[in-house]
Each structure stands twice: as structure tokens, then as C-alpha cells.
């Protein structure tokens, strides 16, 4: 009861904590609803559908869960006989998925599923998706197509498949999306088997039928159903879906490093405001135990409170949140939000474990505040340093250091979370130290205005020297402010002028040839510009593993394998590996794998090379006519021709690009995302450390309403007090900026100098002064508005 009471006493002393908390749990909660809601939901084109067999799963390199091994054909015709004598079951599908798309007036139909828009016409079953006029698709020149897209039956339409442009006939559509050919040209498209679809009769038991169908699969592979037949996604919603997670997985960090740096500093200042009536409650017997455990409870009522409050906030911003998450175009296509309870009990949990973590430095020191104390000024516990602070500021400085030389040597991959996470140590150890910087850096810039007579610079001076640890509480939220806008704008500049700049040096003198409305380059195209590199990806397995690991024994590893017609790789029956990915299988040069196709078969290589490590070149390496023989699905990726060559855009789908061109188009398909995201997340750091700051500031100015009495009752006028808050405020904004951007610019070095080894160029480091001036000036504004309006408040009440 008493813990109730001291919040409702001291609900203004609070209010900061419990704004703080809101905004934080609102940012989470939205994060966390609009996470749980994108979760992968089953395609309506396997709506129809009672269950789907998949063949066995292989890992990645670190054996995690990755691709299915597709079945081959002479493996798969038993399997599918054997389906579709299960009771239930009306039909056994065979469903294929590989490259179709229309070129109408000479160019491509915009179509972002066009990778995996071709099938056989028994797929059309699986939603089902029913003929609305015509018949099925009997000869390979054949195809039955969506209505909407407007082809009458009996005309002809150009088709891009993998071979390239092809004539067909349309016979037929129907009342959804696809290309359906006939089954004989769909499974020489897609040789592989990857999805067997059950087709249930009218009434059949879906339980019954599942538990049949994985006893006649065995251990050839899993039977899925419900909603587990979400597995199977177009590989253009599963990147729309990792972008948006990458995304919104980034502001949850965000909101909650600053949520807890925030919090705790709020409750620090608050804290130490109250010493003298915790030194009261000192001697009228109140153990430091019982102190400690007030501190800690109060938190856990301002945190439970706020968690409540920024709950219902957050879910309802999450609309908002997720139009411009659908503006960026990184949602799942008729994505739509669902509540569950778990983001809000997460939410909750974070929201008071926050300020309960946040409370716990302020209520040791409180226990530690003796009776005597109760007769002294708040401010007396505010000199200097402790030597717990020395040793966590200088320890945590050490490890922002190291991070920030790390940043200059860790992976592409892994570049930005370093700097970001370097960022963040450098902040907390700004934020640890700056009683230290507080009062030289107060009498450095005071000084100048020291000998003109008035009082206000002088008693700004006094302030800050005096109580460097309540100016430091005051400077947190403004050095989180600013560092991360510094940070986040700066890497963006950085990365804007570096990626650019290395591409094109890598392709100087070469033209490139990508694809342009299509999801890859045909062989057609390919044919067209006969000189250059024209890798061709493919995915393919292998179960050579090193010696020793025997978690992962007998399981596959899929591999990344790019076909080239480069005289290096293109050697039929041989393989060139990368050093890394040679060690990951455990091969060595001269050494035999067997490697198995998206057709299923199993083709024996001998490793001719192991190389050192080059993206350019690829990590397995082999013949393009094998590629092509055991994958007729597979896309040719940008091909780049040779300066002596010239290259052709006469195939529909294509641009030209000379070397600059290239490198700019390349880096701006992903710029609008990283540009928004930037913005995103100094939105949410600044705003956020600008409702702290200026909470922060009200605190503060409320705190100091007997120090206003003191010098309105010796002969301060009302004008004179508003423009010292003002001024010390100001001073305490620009000492938080400087920190914020000397912390900053380690991290943004060590990524430029990254930069510049990556990319083989003069990186330097960029910042975007347009960003800073603005993070600092409202954070200015906000704090110097919230102090002035608490001062001018707490004035003219002593005047009433």
C-alpha cells in the first residue's frame, strides 16, 4: 500500500519512467503484432488440397533446416502410386512449379511470381482453380492461362520459359493465376519432383487421410497438412516477408536498447531527487532492505502501467505501421493484422522487467542514503564520481573500442549489426562518464560570459560544476538522440558513396546485361551475347561431410552451384571449390563427391581446384551444359561482356548497363528499403529520446522549485529565471550532442575503413549534417520548451 501511495503522491516524479515505458512497449508491442501476423500462411492454390509430401530436407552448412531434396522421376512414380491408392484420396498431383511469363507489345507482363508461374495444368486442382472456358492443355504448344490476363481461347501468345520466347496456343482459362502447360512439357520443364498435392474426395477425413499417406511415404520424405502447408511459399513473398522481419526486427532492437537506457536514466534522476525524504524514512526506521524494495516496487507500478497503456497504443498503431510497411513493399501480398496474446504479454514482461533492471542501480544507492540525510540538500550525493561508475564507464568504453575496431574486420553480413552494436556500448559509456566531461566542458563554454555583470552564466556555471551527476542523468536521452541519428544517416552516406564505387571498379570497362521485367535472363538471351560471363545458379545436394561431425552424419547439404562457360569452371565432369566451402565438406583438391540435381540425379565430380575465396566467381563452381542438363528451370543471372564484345539488348527483357550504370542500379534496387529504414529508426531513436529529454527536463525544473523560490525572493524577475532554465538547458543539450556525435564516429570509421578493403576503394567517412542539425535541434526545442513551461508553472503558483 505504501508503494501505491508514493506513486500516487509523487505521480509528477513518474511521469517521465511511465511515458517512457508507453512509448517503448507501444514500439514493441506494434513490432511484435505485425511479426506474429506476417508468419507464413498457406497459398490459396493449395487450398484445395488435403495434405502435401514433401522429400527429405537438407541443411546448411551450420546444419540448420534448408531445401527439400527433390525426388527424381523414376523415384517419385512408385511414391505417387502409392498416394493415390489412399483411402480419401482422389487424385495424387504431381505439382510443378517453374518460369513462365507473357510478353505482350514486346514486353514482359509485370509478374513478381513469374519464376514460378508455370505448371502442369493437374496444379490447377490443388486450389481448385476451374476452367472457365476451353479445355486442358494437350500438346506441348498448348496452355491454358488466368482470365484476367485477357487472352482469348484459340489465340496465339508469346511465352517466356526458360528456352526463351515460344508461341503458344491458348486453349483455355481459368479463374486464377498460372501458366498451365501439359503435363509431358511441364515435367520436362521441372524434371524434379519436389510436391506431391492429395487431392481429397468430397467428405473425405483430412486426419485419416494424412495418417495413411505417412505410412505409404515411409522415410522418403514428410507429409504436411493444415497449416503446415505454409512450408511451400514463392520465393518472392518469402523475401518480401525477410525484408519486413529484418525491418521490424531492427526497430524492436532499437525501441528496446532505448526503452531500458531511457528508463534507467529517468529513474536515476528521480531517484537521487528523493534523498532527502528517503533519508526520512531512514530515521524514522526504515531498514535499507525495505528502502530498496520501495524503490523496486514503485518501478514495477510505473512499469505495469505504463506496459497496460503502451499495449493498447501499440496495437492500435499497428495499421499504421503496417501501411508503410505495405508503401515499402515488404509485406506479404493481403497481409492482415491479427492480435494474439503472446506480443502483449511480451510486451508487458519487457515493460516491467525494464524498469524493475532500470530501478535496480537507484535503489543500492538508495539503501545506501543515511538518516543524516534527511537534513541535507538532495544535491549533496550529485559530486563526482563512485568508484563502481569509474570502473563500469571505463570497462564498457574498453568493449565500444573494441567493437568499433571490429566493425573495420568483420563480414559484409555482419557490418552494420557491429556498428550499430558498438553504437550502443559507446552511448551507455558516454552516458556512465559524463559526470566527468559535465563540469570542465560547463566552465569551458560558461567562461566568455563570465565577466559581463549577470548573474545567469554564473549561476548556470555553479549548477553544472556543482551537480555533475543530475546534469549527466539530463545528457543520456540527448546522446542517445543524436549518436543514433549520427550513426544511421552516416551509414547510409557511407555505404551510398562506397557500394557504387566498388561495384564499378570490379565491372570497369564491361557492359552488362540484366534482366529488366523478368526474373532472370533466358537462354535465349544468353545465346545472344555469346562472349562473357553468364553464370547459371542452381541448387544442388551433397553428403560428403568432414570427419568427426557426426551430428549431422547422412544428412545433406545443400549447395549454392553456379554453372559457367568460363574456361576455368566449364570442364564437364570437374568442380572448382572455394577454400571455405572446400572445409565446410571436408574435400580437397583431386578428391570425388557425388553431387545430386534438382533432377534427382547423382553426378560424381572430381574437385580440379580449390581456390581462395571469390563472390564473384562462386563457391562450387562447374560445366554450364551440366547445370542446364540437370536443371532446365534455372535463370541466367547478369551476364557481362568483355569490352571487345558487344552485347546485345534485342531480346525482349533486357538492358544494357555500362559499368557505372550497373553498380548505381544495383545499389538503388535495395537504397529506397535502406533509406526508409534509416529514416524509420531515427524516427523512432530521436522521437523517442526527445520525449525523454524532455520529461527528463520538467523533472528537473520541477525539482529545482525551491532553488526558484531562493532566487525570485532575492530579486530574480520571472524573465530572468525563464532565461537561466533556458540556458542551462541549452548547455546540457550541446554537451549531450557532442557525446552523441564523438561516440558515434569510431563505429562509422571502422566501418568505412571495412568499406574501403571490401570494395577495393577510397572509402571515406560521410555524414549527413542535415540529419544532425535536425536531431539536435528538436531535442533543443523540446527540452528548452519543457523546462521553460514546468519553471514558468512552478512561478506562478509561489506567486499565487
Same mark, same amino acid.
Request: charged share 15%; glycine share 12%; proline share 5%.
Given at each position: 500500500?505504501?508503494?501505491?501511495?508514493?506513486?500516487?503522491?509523487?505521480?509528477?516524479?513518474?511521469?517521465?519512467?511511465?511515458?517512457?515505458?508507453?512509448?517503448?512497449?507501444?514500439?514493441?508491442?506494434?513490432?511484435?503484432?505485425?511479426?506474429?501476423?506476417?508468419?507464413?500462411?498457406?497459398?490459396?492454390?493449395?487450398?484445395?488440397?488435403?495434405?502435401?509430401?514433401?522429400?527429405?530436407?537438407?541443411?546448411?552448412?551450420?546444419?540448420?533446416?534448408?531445401?527439400?531434396?527433390?525426388?527424381?522421376?523414376?523415384?517419385?512414380?512408385?511414391?505417387?502410386?502409392?498416394?493415390?491408392?489412399?483411402?480419401?484420396?482422389?487424385?495424387?498431383?504431381?505439382?510443378?512449379?517453374?518460369?513462365?511469363?507473357?510478353?505482350?507489345?514486346?514486353?514482359?507482363?509485370?509478374?513478381?511470381?513469374?519464376?514460378?508461374?508455370?505448371?502442369?495444368?493437374?496444379?490447377?486442382?490443388?486450389?481448385?482453380?476451374?476452367?472457365?472456358?476451353?479445355?486442358?492443355?494437350?500438346?506441348?504448344?498448348?496452355?491454358?492461362?488466368?482470365?484476367?490476363?485477357?487472352?482469348?481461347?484459340?489465340?496465339?501468345?508469346?511465352?517466356?520459359?526458360?528456352?526463351?520466347?515460344?508461341?503458344?496456343?491458348?486453349?483455355?482459362?481459368?479463374?486464377?493465376?498460372?501458366?498451365?502447360?501439359?503435363?509431358?512439357?511441364?515435367?520436362?520443364?521441372?524434371?524434379?519432383?519436389?510436391?506431391?498435392?492429395?487431392?481429397?474426395?468430397?467428405?473425405?477425413?483430412?486426419?485419416?487421410?494424412?495418417?495413411?499417406?505417412?505410412?505409404?511415404?515411409?522415410?522418403?520424405?514428410?507429409?504436411?497438412?493444415?497449416?503446415?502447408?505454409?512450408?511451400?511459399?514463392?520465393?518472392?513473398?518469402?523475401?518480401?516477408?525477410?525484408?519486413?522481419?529484418?525491418?521490424?526486427?531492427?526497430?524492436?532492437?532499437?525501441?528496446?536498447?532505448?526503452?531500458?537506457?531511457?528508463?534507467?536514466?529517468?529513474?536515476?534522476?528521480?531517484?537521487?531527487?528523493?534523498?532527502?525524504?528517503?533519508?526520512?524514512?531512514?530515521?524514522?526506521?526504515?531498514?535499507?532492505?525495505?528502502?530498496?524494495?520501495?524503490?523496486?516496487?514503485?518501478?514495477?507500478?510505473?512499469?505495469?502501467?505504463?506496459?497496460?497503456?503502451?499495449?493498447?497504443?501499440?496495437?492500435?498503431?499497428?495499421?499504421?505501421?503496417?501501411?508503410?510497411?505495405?508503401?515499402?513493399?515488404?509485406?506479404?501480398?493481403?497481409?492482415?493484422?491479427?492480435?494474439?496474446?503472446?506480443?502483449?504479454?511480451?510486451?508487458?514482461?519487457?515493460?516491467?522487467?525494464?524498469?524493475?533492471?532500470?530501478?535496480?542501480?537507484?535503489?543500492?544507492?538508495?539503501?545506501?542514503?543515511?538518516?543524516?540525510?534527511?537534513?541535507?540538500?538532495?544535491?549533496?550525493?550529485?559530486?563526482?564520481?563512485?568508484?563502481?561508475?569509474?570502473?563500469?564507464?571505463?570497462?564498457?568504453?574498453?568493449?565500444?573500442?573494441?567493437?568499433?575496431?571490429?566493425?573495420?574486420?568483420?563480414?559484409?553480413?555482419?557490418?552494420?549489426?557491429?556498428?550499430?552494436?558498438?553504437?550502443?556500448?559507446?552511448?551507455?559509456?558516454?552516458?556512465?562518464?559524463?559526470?566527468?566531461?559535465?563540469?570542465?566542458?560547463?566552465?569551458?563554454?560558461?567562461?566568455?560570459?563570465?565577466?559581463?555583470?549577470?548573474?545567469?552564466?554564473?549561476?548556470?556555471?555553479?549548477?553544472?560544476?556543482?551537480?555533475?551527476?543530475?546534469?549527466?542523468?539530463?545528457?543520456?536521452?540527448?546522446?542517445?538522440?543524436?549518436?543514433?541519428? @549520427?550513426?544511421?544517416?552516416?551509414?547510409?552516406?557511407?555505404?551510398?558513396?562506397?557500394?557504387?564505387?566498388?561495384?564499378?571498379?570490379?565491372?570497369?570497362?564491361?557492359?552488362?546485361?540484366?534482366?529488366?521485367?523478368?526474373?532472370?535472363?533466358?537462354?535465349?538471351?544468353?545465346?545472344?551475347?555469346?562472349?562473357?560471363?553468364?553464370?547459371?545458379?542452381?541448387?544442388?545436394?551433397?553428403?560428403?561431410?568432414?570427419?568427426?561431425?557426426?551430428?549431422?552424419?547422412?544428412?545433406?547439404?545443400?549447395?549454392?552451384?553456379?554453372?559457367?562457360?568460363?574456361?576455368?569452371?566449364?570442364?564437364?565432369?570437374?568442380?572448382?571449390?572455394?577454400?571455405?566451402?572446400?572445409?565446410?565438406?571436408?574435400?580437397?583438391?583431386?578428391?570425388?563427391?557425388? @553431387?545430386?540435381?534438382?533432377?534427382?540425379?547423382?553426378?560424381?565430380?572430381? @574437385?580440379?581446384?580449390?581456390?581462395?575465396?571469390?563472390?564473384?566467381?562462386?563457391?562450387?563452381?562447374?560445366?554450364?551444359?551440366?547445370?542446364?542438363?540437370?536443371?532446365?528451370?534455372?535463370?541466367?543471372?547478369?551476364?557481362?561482356?568483355?569490352?571487345?564484345?558487344?552485347?546485345?539488348?534485342?531480346?525482349?527483357?533486357?538492358?544494357?548497363?555500362?559499368?557505372?550504370?550497373?553498380?548505381?542500379?544495383?545499389?538503388?534496387?535495395?537504397?529506397?528499403?535502406?533509406?526508409?529504414?534509416?529514416?524509420?529508426?531515427?524516427?523512432?531513436?530521436?522521437?523517442?529520446?526527445?520525449?525523454?529529454?524532455?520529461?527528463?527536463?520538467?523533472?528537473?525544473?520541477?525539482?529545482?522549485?525551491?532553488?526558484?523560490?531562493?532566487?525570485?525572493?532575492?530579486?530574480?524577475?520571472?524573465?530572468?529565471?525563464?532565461?537561466?532554465?533556458?540556458?542551462?538547458?541549452?548547455?546540457?543539450?550541446?554537451?549531450?550532442?557532442?557525446?552523441?556525435?564523438?561516440?558515434?564516429?569510431?563505429?562509422?570509421?571502422?566501418?568505412?575503413?571495412?568499406?574501403?578493403?571490401?570494395?577495393?576503394?577510397?572509402?571515406?567517412?560521410?555524414?549527413?549534417?542535415?540529419?544532425?542539425?535536425?536531431?539536435?535541434?528538436?531535442?533543443?526545442?523540446?527540452?528548452?520548451?519543457?523546462?521553460?513551461?514546468?519553471?514558468?508553472?512552478?512561478?506562478?503558483?509561489?506567486?499565487?
Amino acid at each position: 500500500m505504501l508503494i501505491l501511495a508514493n506513486v500516487r503522491e509523487r505521480w509528477s516524479g513518474f511521469l517521465g519512467a511511465f511515458v517512457a515505458v508507453l512509448v517503448g512497449v507501444a514500439l514493441i508491442t506494434t513490432t511484435l503484432v505485425i511479426y506474429d501476423s506476417a508468419k507464413a500462411e498457406v497459398q490459396p492454390r493449395y487450398e484445395g488440397t488435403a495434405a502435401l509430401a514433401l522429400p527429405k530436407q537438407a541443411v546448411d552448412a551450420d546444419g540448420s533446416p534448408e531445401d527439400r531434396m527433390p525426388w527424381s522421376k523414376a523415384e517419385a512414380e512408385p511414391i505417387v502410386s502409392g498416394l493415390a491408392k489412399v483411402p480419401g484420396v482422389a487424385d495424387a498431383v504431381v505439382d510443378r512449379s517453374f518460369y513462365a511469363q507473357a510478353i505482350k507489345g514486346g514486353k514482359p507482363v509485370t509478374d513478381e511470381g513469374a519464376l514460378e508461374s508455370g505448371h502442369g495444368f493437374s496444379s490447377a486442382l490443388m486450389a481448385p482453380y476451374k476452367l472457365v472456358s476451353g479445355r486442358a492443355p494437350a500438346a506441348a504448344d498448348e496452355v491454358v492461362v488466368d482470365r484476367a490476363l485477357g487472352a482469348a481461347v484459340g489465340s496465339e501468345l508469346t511465352v517466356n520459359i526458360t528456352r526463351g520466347r515460344e508461341q503458344f496456343k491458348v486453349v483455355g482459362t481459368v479463374d486464377g493465376p498460372g501458366y498451365y502447360f501439359s503435363e509431358e512439357f511441364a515435367a520436362r520443364q521441372q524434371p524434379g519432383v519436389g510436391t506431391i498435392a492429395l487431392i481429397p474426395d468430397e467428405g473425405a477425413d483430412t486426419g485419416a487421410i494424412v495418417a495413411a499417406a505417412k505410412k505409404a511415404l515411409g522415410d522418403s520424405g514428410t507429409v504436411v497438412s493444415g497449416d503446415g502447408r505454409a512450408e511451400l511459399q514463392p520465393s518472392y513473398i518469402e523475401h518480401k516477408r525477410f525484408l519486413g522481419v529484418q525491418l521490424i526486427s531492427a526497430m524492436a532492437i532499437l525501441g528496446l536498447f532505448t526503452t531500458a537506457f531511457v528508463v534507467a536514466s529517468m529513474l536515476v534522476l528521480s531517484t537521487g531527487m528523493r534523498r532527502r525524504e528517503i533519508g526520512l524514512l531512514r530515521t524514522i526506521g526504515a531498514s535499507p532492505k525495505q528502502v530498496r524494495h520501495m524503490i523496486l516496487g514503485e518501478a514495477a507500478v510505473v512499469g505495469l502501467a505504463g506496459s497496460i497503456a503502451g499495449c493498447m497504443a501499440g496495437v492500435a498503431a499497428t495499421p499504421l505501421l503496417l501501411s508503410v510497411l505495405e508503401g515499402l513493399d515488404v509485406t506479404p501480398p493481403g497481409m492482415e493484422v491479427s492480435v494474439a496474446s503472446w506480443p502483449l504479454l511480451t510486451a508487458s514482461a519487457i515493460g516491467i522487467g525494464v524498469s524493475v533492471i532500470g530501478a535496480w542501480t537507484a535503489g543500492r544507492k538508495a539503501a545506501k542514503v543515511a538518516p543524516i540525510e534527511a537534513l541535507l540538500d538532495s544535491r549533496s550525493a550529485n559530486k563526482g564520481m563512485g568508484r563502481g561508475r569509474w570502473i563500469a564507464g571505463l570497462s564498457v568504453l574498453g568493449l565500444g573500442v573494441l567493437m568499433a575496431i571490429g566493425t573495420a574486420t568483420s563480414s559484409a553480413d555482419n557490418r552494420i549489426n557491429m556498428a550499430i552494436f558498438a553504437t550502443m556500448t559507446l552511448i551507455v559509456a558516454a552516458a556512465l562518464l559524463a559526470p566527468v566531461f559535465v563540469g570542465p566542458v560547463g566552465r569551458l563554454l560558461t567562461a566568455p560570459f563570465q565577466g559581463s555583470g549577470k548573474a545567469a552564466p554564473v549561476l548556470i556555471r555553479a549548477e553544472l560544476v556543482a551537480n555533475p551527476r543530475r546534469a549527466a542523468s539530463l545528457v543520456a536521452p540527448v546522446i542517445a538522440a543524436v549518436g543514433f541519428a @549520427v550513426l544511421l544517416s552516416g551509414m547510409v552516406e557511407t555505404m551510398r558513396v562506397a557500394y557504387p564505387a566498388g561495384e564499378a571498379l570490379k565491372v570497369a570497362g564491361q557492359t552488362i546485361v540484366t534482366p529488366d521485367g523478368t526474373p532472370g535472363n533466358t537462354d535465349e538471351v544468353v545465346a545472344a551475347n555469346p562472349v562473357g560471363k553468364a553464370a547459371l545458379p542452381t541448387r544442388a545436394f551433397v553428403e560428403t561431410k568432414k570427419a568427426g561431425d557426426a551430428e549431422n552424419a547422412g544428412a545433406a547439404t545443400v549447395l549454392d552451384v553456379l554453372g559457367s562457360r568460363d574456361p576455368q569452371g566449364n570442364k564437364p565432369g570437374e568442380a572448382v571449390l572455394g577454400a571455405k566451402k572446400a572445409g565446410e565438406l571436408g574435400l580437397k583438391q583431386g578428391q570425388e563427391v557425388p @553431387v545430386r540435381f534438382a533432377d534427382g540425379a547423382t553426378v560424381t565430380l572430381r @574437385v580440379a581446384q580449390v581456390l581462395p575465396d571469390d563472390p564473384a566467381r562462386g563457391d562450387f563452381v562447374v560445366a554450364r551444359d551440366l547445370v542446364r542438363a540437370h536443371d532446365p528451370a534455372a535463370l541466367t543471372d547478369d551476364i557481362f561482356v568483355p569490352g571487345g564484345a558487344k552485347a546485345s539488348d534485342e531480346v525482349p527483357g533486357v538492358a544494357l548497363h555500362d559499368a557505372v550504370e550497373y553498380a548505381l542500379a544495383d545499389y538503388n534496387t535495395d537504397a529506397k528499403l535502406t533509406d526508409s529504414l534509416a529514416m524509420m529508426l531515427i524516427v523512432i531513436a530521436v522521437g523517442y529520446s526527445v520525449i525523454a529529454v524532455a520529461n527528463s527536463m520538467a523533472m528537473a525544473a520541477h525539482g529545482r522549485r525551491r532553488d526558484f523560490g531562493v532566487m525570485k525572493s532575492a530579486g530574480g524577475t520571472v524573465r530572468q529565471l525563464l532565461l537561466t532554465s533556458a540556458g542551462e538547458t541549452t548547455l546540457v543539450i550541446v554537451i549531450g550532442a557532442a557525446l552523441g556525435v564523438l561516440v558515434t564516429l569510431p563505429p562509422l570509421a571502422g566501418m568505412a575503413a571495412g568499406l574501403s578493403e571490401a570494395t577495393s576503394s577510397d572509402v571515406g567517412l560521410h555524414l549527413n549534417p542535415a540529419a544532425i542539425v535536425i536531431a539536435v535541434i528538436g531535442t533543443l526545442v523540446a527540452a528548452v520548451l519543457a523546462g521553460v513551461a514546468v519553471t514558468s508553472k512552478t512561478l506562478k503558483r509561489q506567486a499565487a
